[in-house]
């Protein structure tokens, strides 16, 4: 873990703590190797997070169209 944390201008327990979070979503999977603690990436689970973010980026951006187009309607004045 000591080589990915050296790649991050960020302290190594913050490294630390961002690969727990990642491990825990299993993105990512710690193993030990002799002294060594070692991060390998879970392929599967990061297609399945690609997969949703970009079903998720689609929902979104259908609303903010739809709200572009409400907010583009002509208003009629009250009164």
Known sequence: MSALAERYAMSFAAVQKHVAVLAGAGLVTKRARGRERMVIGNPKELAR??????QLEMLWTSRFSQLDAILAEPTSAVG
């Open 49 to 54: 997070a690609r997969e949703l973010l970009t």
